[in-house]
């Protein structure tokens, strides 16, 4: 092994040190070496070589060994939520603070709402792998902060609560861990409803029922959206800045899980309804990480015309839609347009465009195509049936995803 092989392996080493939140110390231990020892592995001042210690270390940090010591499975790996993530995840939800913690010093809901804050904006850049690391410690501190909040900050630190509860049930359905992700939802629910907030409620319903949709009650599903709808309405004269985006997305998750259940007409309809809200949007409006307006709507729009298996209208509704207006959107939502659009040129035969694709998805967030179960079935499908040019591409991708014919 070279000295940049040693430095490499080291690199790797840290990188899965620090994704299970170790500290040198703590491996070290578990390692059964000095503190010393970790430090000149992970700076390639010693190479990690031996089988019997690559194969403990990998143990330790709940990864293949290969993971160290390829470059191709690291890379891979490094860009998917693991099972071991989601474990934790449910670990953290399987937690009921009745009791206060035992020691250390109270959690500071300053502290939390920056974190939440961090994860939200990771969340719609792609980055699920920093969501995955850093949730469930937000999920412990935002329990902690509600069940300690007082007067003023009672609010706020629900919100909190509520705001982690979603990102954990976001998570866990993108990466079809749906069960737990019910668990995630409902919590964030029944938080809400403890509270007499719009902003709470409306943020918790779409989580809501995304995890009902995912568990096949769609008609409960809008059924829920529509009475948060009902409720979140006569708060708008005066609050519009802070909730009207809130409101809109309401329509737009009612629109999906109408294309979910393949009704046709009620998508349309809340997308209308979506759209007549998002003419109303202004700018300084608060926005919540939901990027709701205009283009939003129109490529949630795409989104429901391939759910309802109408692959060709999608193309051509995407076709209408301003490039420079959905550049504006976050990483997350341009790459999920383009799954769409990748996924509905593979339907209907136009394998080199869907190629294409997927490609501009993966630059620009690999996360969405290499470690979520939708981007790696459309590898599969376009492994099967690109050629020339369009398979060597589709070749390219799957071996960075680590997906084979």
């Known amino acids: 092994m070279d000295e940049n092989d040693a430095r490499e392996n080291g690199r790797r080493l840290r990188y899965w040190r620090l994704r299970r939140n170790l500290n040198r110390k703590q491996f070290a231990a578990l390692m059964d070496r000095s503190v010393s020892w970790v430090d ?25 060994p290969d993971v160290l010591t390829n470059r191709v499975v690291a890379t891979r790996t490094e860009q998917s939520v693991d099972g071991q993530e989601v474990l934790a995840v449910r670990a953290a939800l399987g937690r009921y603070p009745v009791l206060p913690q035992a020691d250390g010093p109270p959690v500071d809901l300053r502290k939390v709402h920056r974190q939440a804050e961090y994860l939200e904006q990771a969340w719609v850049s792609a980055h699920f792998t920093s969501v995955a690391q850093r949730l469930p410690a937000l999920l412990r501190d935002a329990q902690e902060v509600d069940r300690n909040a007082v007067g003023a900050d009672q609010l706020a630190a629900r919100r909190a609560l509520i705001t982690a509860y979603r990102l954990a049930s976001s998570l866990l359905l993108k990466f079809d861990a749906n069960e737990v992700a019910w668990l995630a939802a409902d919590r964030a629910m029944h938080s809400a409803l403890a509270t007499d907030d719009a902003w709470s409620l409306a943020r918790a319903a779409r989580s809501a029922a995304r995890a009902m949709t995912s568990s096949g009650q769609q008609t409960e599903a809008v059924d829920c959206l529509l009475e948060t709808t009902d409720r979140v309405r006569p708060e708008l004269p005066g609050h519009e800045e802070t909730l009207l985006s809130l409101y809109g997305m309401l329509y737009l998750a009612a629109s999906m899980t109408a294309a979910e259940q393949e009704n046709a007409a009620l998508a349309r309809e809340m997308h209308d309804e979506a759209t007549v809200v998002a003419e109303r949007m202004q700018p300084g409006f608060c926005a919540h990480q939901t990027y709701f307006g205009p283009a939003n709507v129109q490529i949630h729009r795409v989104a429901a015309l391939r759910r309802l298996h109408e692959s060709g209208r999608a193309i051509e509704f995407a076709a209408t839609i301003n490039p420079a207006a959905v550049a504006r959107l976050s990483p997350e939502r341009r790459a999920n347009f383009l799954l769409d659009l990748t996924d509905a040129h593979t339907r209907t035969g136009d394998f080199r465009k869907a190629t294409q694709l997927l490609e501009q998805a993966e630059r620009i967030a690999p996360q969405e195509v290499r470690g979520r179960p939708l981007g790696r079935g459309l590898l599969e499908a376009l492994l099967r049936n690109s050629t020339g040019e369009s398979a060597r591409l589709v070749n390219q991708m799957a071996s960075r995803a680590g997906v084979t014919p």
Do not use: K
């Open 40 to 64: 000149m592995v992970e700076t390639g001042r010693r190479n990690l070589v031996r089988l019997p210690t690559i194969e403990r270390a990998a143990e330790i940090l709940g990864i293949h």
